[in-house]
C-alpha cells in the first residue's frame, strides 16, 4: 500500500482564490468525504470575520489563530480547505501531513487577479503594505516546499481539478 493510500484526508492549499474551497466541496461529493474550511473553523471560534482579525489584532496574530486551530484539526477521512495562510506554519502543515495528502491548487497570477477583487478587504494575513506579487511569490515557494501533489488549475474548472485530484491520488 502507498502512503498515499494511508492517509484519509485531502488538505488544500494555495493561494486565495485557487479554488480551495470551492473545490474541496466538489472533491468531498465525488469521494463521499466530510468537508472542513479551516477559515470557517477560525471565524467560529474567534466569533469574528478574517478581516475583522487582521484589522483589531494584526495579520500576525491571525497567522497565530490559524497555526492554533490547524494544530487542533484531528479529522479522518475529511476534505480539509486551509488558508492560504497556513504554509506560514510548519508546525501546523506537519500536523496535517500526518494523515493527509498535501495538495497544492497552483493558480498563476493573472488567473488569481481575475478571481481576486477584494485584496484588500479579504482577511489576508498579509503586511499592510504588501502587493499581491509579492504575497504571490512569498507564499509560492512555501506551498511547493509542502505539496505532495501540486495540480496546475489556472485553465481547469473545479470539476477537472477533482479529477486530477483524484487521477494523482491513485497513483
Known amino acids: 500500500m502507498s502512503p498515499k493510500a ?3 484526508n485531502i488538505v488544500l492549499i494555495g493561494m486565495p482564490g485557487s479554488g480551495k474551497s470551492t473545490v474541496g466541496v466538489i472533491l468531498a ?3 463521499a468525504k466530510d468537508f472542513v474550511d479551516t477559515d470557517v473553523l477560525i471565524q467560529l471560534e474567534e466569533d469574528k470575520t478574517l478581516q ?4 483589531t489584532e494584526g495579520h500576525m496574530q491571525l497567522r497565530k489563530i490559524e497555526e492554533r486551530v490547524l494544530l487542533n484539526v484531528n479529522h479522518q477521512n475529511h476534505i480539509i480547505a486551509t488558508g ?5 506554519s510548519d508546525a501546523a502543515m506537519a500536523h496535517l501531513s500526518e ?3 498535501i495538495v ?3 493558480a498563476d497570477l493573472p488567473c488569481l487577479r481575475s478571481r ?3 485584496y484588500e478587504t479579504r482577511g489576508l494575513a498579509k503586511r499592510p503594505e504588501q502587493s499581491f506579487d509579492d504575497l504571490f511569490s512569498e507564499r509560492f515557494a512555501l506551498y511547493s516546499r509542502y505539496a505532495d501533489i501540486t ?4 485553465q481547469l474548472t473545479q470539476e477537472q481539478v477533482c479529477e486530477k485530484i483524484l487521477n494523482e491520488i491513485s497513483r
Open 116 to 118: 481576486i477583487t477584494n
Open 151 to 154: 495540480v496546475d488549475c489556472s
Open 6 to 8: 494511508q492517509k484519509s
Open 99 to 101: 494523515n493527509g495528502i
Open 84 to 88: 492560504g495562510s497556513a504554509a506560514y
Open 52 to 55: 475583522e482579525i487582521v484589522d
Open 29 to 31: 461529493k465525488m469521494m
Open 104 to 106: 497544492f491548487l497552483n
